[in-house]
C-alpha cells in the first residue's frame, strides 16, 4: 500500500511567524573608552576586559561564550553589554523564541580594553510543503569500504562504505564488487512501510607469502618478476592461485619456487641458498693499498669473500712501484696470499735561494738550508717551502721525476707594497710613529706587524699591519667612527660630548634594499587588520641606533629626566612624541647631523634584520624570551638597554622593554610599492611600534603596529634614533 507522508519545515508552531538570530555588522569602536574608564572590567588575570556593545531592542538573550569565559553583562538602552576576556574567538547567542545562533566567529581579534559593536537583526521564515511519496530508501553496507555497489546495474557512490538510494517500491537487484575479494549479488523487495537495510561482506579471495632464506637473510625477494623486499619479508594481499618467488644474494646461486596461496592464508616458504664464494686474505705493506680487480679493499691487510673465478690483486703506494699478481678463487676454500712491499722511485733535487741560508722543508719535514741538493726524494708532485727572517716564505710545488735532478731556484721577497687610507681624504698617517704623509699613501714596508695611526681634527685611531704571505700589494683601511663627522657647538661641554659621542659611535649601517612589510607569514595566527595589505618597500642606506635613547643621554641634551624607572642605561621613558621633536632639534644643534625619528618602514625594516633578515617573528628570534624584556619577565618595569640578545644587525631591544615612537602619521598601508616612505601628509595620531614591558610577547612582534596623538606620555613609552645623510 502507497503511504501518504506530510513535510513540515517549521520554525515552531504552524501558523506563528518564527524569527532567526543575524549578525548583521561587527567592528571596532576605536574612539570608544567605554572598557578603560570606570564601567569597565578586568578578567580573573586582572587584565582589562575588552566590551561587546549588542546593539537590539529584543529582550530575554542568552550568551554562552568559548572556553575564555564571560565576565558579566549589562542591559543599556538599545543595546546589551557583554564583558570578554581578550583573546576570545567564539560567542554562541540563545532565545526562546527567536532561536540559536552557534559559534559566532568574531571577524577580527579582541584586544584588551577595546570597544567593539555588534549589531543583531532577525528573518522570518513560515515554509509548508505537502507531496506524495511513491517509494521508500535502500541502504546497502558494504565491507571493505572501498567496494563498489550497483543497484539494478546502475553504480552507486558509497560514502563510507554504505550507499543510501530511495526507491520505487517492488524488487531490486544488487551486486557488490572489490578487487581480490569474491563478488556477491542477489535480489530484494522495497516496501512502503520501512526502509529496506542490507550489509553485505564479501568474502576474501587472497592471502600471503612469507618468505625466508637460510643459511642468511637479507636476501632479495621477487614476486611474479617484482622485486617486493627483503628477507624475512611477508608479502601485501596476493590473489589467491599459483605465483613465482624469487630470493637473490650476491655470493649465492639464484632460486626460484611456485607458491600456492589460498583464501585468507598465508603461505610460508624457506629458500634454501648455494654459496658460490670462496674467501681471500691478504697483507701487504702497512702503508700500500690493496686492490682486488681495481676495486680498493683496504690498507696493509684484508679478507672477504669473493664469487668463485680469477682475480687481479695489487699493492699501491703513491711514488712506489705497484706489485701485482693474479690469485684463482675457488667455491668453498680459504686463499691466503702475502704481496711484496711496493719498492719507493726516487729522483733529487738541487735547491737554491736569494738571499741565501734559508730553512728548507719539503712535505713539512726539515732539510736544512740552502744551497743544498737532496737525494732519494719520492716522484711526484712534492711541496717545497723555503723560510728566512726578514722575507716572506716563498712555497712551490714541484714535479720530481725518476732518476733525474730538478734545479730549484727561488727568490724570497723582504717587503710589499702598501696603501694606507681612511675613510677620509687628508689624514695625517703615521706608520710606527714615524709621520708618512696624508690619506691615502702608498709605501713600501718590511715584512713583519706594523702600528699605523691616522689623525684628524683631534680624533686619532690606530691598528697594527701584518705584512706577510705573497707577493703584491696590501690595502690598509682605517676607519673614524660617526662621532669624527660631528661638528660640535661652541657651547657643547666636555660630559655632552663624550655621552653624545659614546651615542653617535653606537649608530649601526643598515644596508638598504626591498623587503615585505606587514602582515607576513611568520606572523602567524597574531596579525591584526591594520598590518595588512602586505605591500613592498624600498629603502635607502640609513643609520639607526644600536640601543633605545637612554636616561642619561636625554637629560645631557634636555636638562631633566622624565623616566618613571630611573637608571642610567635604562630607557628614557614617559616622553610624547612632541618632546621628542625638541630633543632631536637641540641634538641636531649641539653635533650638526642629521638625527631623526625613524619612519615605520625603516624600523621595521631594521626590526627583521634589514638584508641578513632571517625571517623571525620577533627582532632576533621566534623566541620572546631570548630577546624582548615583556609582561612574562620584565617584572612590571623597564630594564638597562642591550641585555637582551640582538637581532642579525645587531640591534638591541627593537622587540619589548619600551615603545619606540616612529616619525609617520598613522594610516591604512597601500598595495602598491613604497619607496622611503614617509606615511600619510595628514592625521592627529602617529605611530609607536616594538612593543614594551607591560605588554604580552604577541605585541612584541615586528609586524605590529601602535599609535596615539603626539602629546601622549607613559612609562611605556621612549625612542630610538636614525640618522640619515
Known amino acids: 500500500m502507497r503511504g501518504r507522508f506530510i513535510i513540515l519545515f517549521l520554525l515552531f508552531a504552524v501558523g506563528v511567524n518564527a524569527q532567526q538570530i543575524a549578525v548583521k555588522s561587527f567592528r571596532k569602536l576605536d574612539s570608544d573608552l567605554s572598557a578603560r574608564g570606570s564601567e569597565g572590567r578586568t578578567d580573573q588575570n586582572g587584565d582589562r576586559c575588552a566590551i561587546i556593545k549588542v546593539v537590539t531592542t529584543e529582550n530575554g538573550f542568552v550568551f554562552e561564550p568559548d572556553a575564555l569565559g564571560l565576565v558579566g553583562s549589562v542591559r543599556k538602552t538599545g543595546e546589551i553589554w557583554l564583558y570578554v576576556p581578550y583573546g576570545a574567538k567564539r560567542l554562541t547567542i540563545k532565545h526562546d523564541q527567536l532561536g540559536v545562533l552557534r559559534d559566532y566567529l568574531y571577524p577580527e581579534r579582541i584586544e584588551k580594553a577595546c570597544v567593539y559593536e555588534m549589531v543583531l537583526t532577525t528573518g522570518r521564515v513560515v515554509t509548508t510543503v505537502e507531496e506524495e511519496i511513491a517509494g521508500q530508501w535502500l541502504v546497502i553496507t558494504a565491507e571493505p569500504r572501498g567496494a563498489t555497489v550497483y543497484i539494478d546495474d ?224 719520492l716522484v711526484g708532485k712534492q711541496l717545497l717551502e723555503l723560510s728566512k727572517s726578514g722575507c716572506a716564505t716563498v712555497r712551490r710545488e714541484v714535479m720530481v721525476e725518476e732518476g733525474k735532478v730538478l734545479p730549484v731556484q727561488l727568490a724570497l721577497p723582504s717587503g710589499r707594497n702598501v696603501v694606507i687610507r681612511t675613510d677620509g681624504e687628508g689624514d695625517s698617517l703615521y706608520v710606527d710613529g714615524k709621520a708618512v704623509g696624508v690619506s691615502p699613501q702608498q709605501l713600501e714596508l718590511a715584512y713583519g706587524t706594523h702600528l699605523v695611526r691616522a689623525q684628524r681634527q683631534g680624533h686619532s685611531i690606530e691598528g697594527k699591519l701584518e705584512v706577510a704571505g705573497k707577493e703584491g700589494e696590501i690595502v690598509f683601511l682605517l676607519t673614524f667612527g660617526l662621532s669624527a663627522k660631528a661638528k660640535w657647538a661652541a657651547s657643547v661641554t666636555e660630559k655632552q660630548k663624550q655621552v653624545l659621542s659614546r651615542l653617535i659611535d653606537h649608530m649601526v649601517k643598515v644596508e638598504g634594499g626591498t623587503f615585505r612589510m606587514g602582515a607576513t607569514p611568520e606572523q602567524g595566527h597574531f596579525i591584526t587588520l591594520n598590518e595588512q595589505p602586505v605591500h613592498t618597500v624600498v629603502l635607502s642606506d640609513y643609520y639607526i641606533g644600536q640601543y633605545e635613547i637612554t636616561q642619561t643621554e636625554w637629560e645631557v641634551v634636555m636638562g631633566s629626566n622624565p623616566a618613571l624607572f630611573k637608571g642610567e642605561n635604562y630607557p628614557v621613558e614617559r616622553v610624547s612624541r612632541t618632546d621628542c621633536e625638541l630633543f632631536i632639534r637641540r641634538l641636531k644643534d649641539l653635533t650638526g647631523l642629521n638625527f631623526n625619528l625613524p619612519t615605520e618602514a625603516q624600523w621595521e625594516y631594521a626590526a627583521r634584520g634589514g638584508k641578513k633578515s632571517r625571517g623571525f617573528l620577533y627582532a632576533g628570534s621566534n ?79 615586528v609586524a605590529l603596529r601602535n599609535y596615539w596623538t603626539s602629546d601622549y606620555r607613559h612609562s611605556v613609552l621612549g625612542l630610538r634614533l636614525v640618522l640619515e645623510k
Not at 216 to 227: T, Y
Open 623 to 701: 623566541s620572546p624570551e631570548t630577546v624582548a624584556w615583556y609582561t612574562d619577565n620584565s617584572p612590571g618595569r623597564t630594564h638597562a638597554v642591550g641585555q637582551k640578545v640582538p637581532n642579525e644587525l645587531g640591534l638591541y631591544d627593537m622587540s619589548g622593554n619600551v615603545w619606540e615612537w616612529c616619525r609617520d602619521i598613522y594610516g591604512d598601508y597601500p598595495p602598491q610599492t613604497w619607496v622611503d616612505p614617509t606615511g600619510p601628509a595628514r592625521g592627529e595620531k602617529y605611530v609607536f611600534r616594538g612593543g614594551c614591558w607591560n605588554e604580552e610577547a604577541g605585541n612584541c612582534r
Open 154 to 377: 546502475v553504480y552507486e557512490a558509497a560514502m563510507e562504505g554504505m550507499v543510501q538510494k530511495f526507491v520505487s517500491f517492488g524488487r531490486h537487484t544488487y551486486r557488490v564488487e572489490h578487487a581480490l575479494y569474491h563478488s556477491e549479488a542477489g535480489q530484494l523487495e522495497v516496501e512502503a512501510d520501512q526502509k529496506a537495510e542490507l550489509q553485505v561482506k564479501l568474502k576474501p579471495a587472497f592471502g600471503y607469502i612469507e618468505v625466508n632464506s637460510a643459511p642468511e637473510s637479507g636476501a632479495r625477494v621477487l614476486i611474479d618478476g617484482k622485486e617486493v623486499g627483503i628477507t624475512p619479508y611477508r608479502s601485501e594481499a596476493l590473489a589467491s592461485g599459483e605465483h613465482s618467488v624469487e630470493v637473490l644474494k650476491v655470493l649465492y646461486q639464484p632460486v626460484r619456487k611456485i607458491v600456492t596461496v589460498k583464501d585468507g592464508e598465508t603461505a610460508q616458504t624457506t629458500m634454501e641458498l648455494s654459496a658460490n664464494y670462496g674467501e681471500l686474505q691478504l697483507t701487504t705493506a702497512a702503508a700500500a693499498e690493496l686492490w682486488v680487480n681495481n676495486e680498493r679493499k683496504g690498507k696493509g691487510q684484508w679478507s672477504g669473500r669473493l664469487n668463485a673465478g680469477i682475480y687481479v690483486v695489487e699493492a699501491r703506494q703513491p711514488s712506489h712501484r705497484t706489485v701485482r699478481q693474479s690469485v684463482e678463487i675457488k667455491a668453498g676454500e680459504t686463499h691466503t696470499l702475502t704481496l711484496a712491499d711496493p719498492q719507493p722511485i726516487y729522483g733529487m733535487l738541487n735547491i737554491s735561494s736569494t738571499p741565501g741560508k734559508a730553512t728548507i722543508r719539503l712535505n713539512g719535514i726539515e732539510y736544512g738550508r740552502t744551497p743544498l741538493v737532496i737525494k732519494e726524494v
